[in-house]
Nanobody, 125 residues
């Protein structure tokens, strides 16, 4: 059974930083795009960032460009989301997701095959 397990969420003041981790029990982790999404109360699941397995390209939502960085360590089957200069509007449950053997990035949650359980990030003003 495939599992994605997120960690690293928490409460932080505006301007602070957090690093989220997502460890996946995927045998061929290196062939998966890894994405991060977030969902605030009463809202849909929004794209945050993605890391293409083939090209190594990284794509970000406009709202997080220059503040968040996605990375991965294939040897550890782990993806990361470094979040700097956090704002109260970044408050949400953050989910990691995996998409197998894609040819280009996708910002749609419907295109991803596996999901983690989510980790809460709360940014106080």
């Amino acid at each position: 059974q495939v599992q994605l397990v997120e960690s690293g969420g928490g409460l932080v003041q505006a301007g602070g930083s957090l690093r989220l981790s997502c460890t996946a029990s995927l045998r061929t982790f290196s062939y998966y795009d890894m994405g991060w999404f977030r969902q605030a109360p009463g809202k849909g699941r929004d794209f945050v960032a993605a890391f293409n397995w083939s090209t190594g390209s990284k794509t970000y939502a406009d709202s997080v460009k220059g503040r968040f960085t996605i990375s991965r360590d294939n040897a550890k089957n782990t993806a990361y989301l470094q979040m700097n200069s956090l704002k109260p509007e970044d408050t949400a449950v953050y989910y990691c997701a995996a998409r197998y053997y894609s040819r280009s990035y996708s910002g749609s949650p419907y295109d991803y095959d596996y999901w983690g359980q989510g980790t809460q990030v709360t940014v106080s003003s």
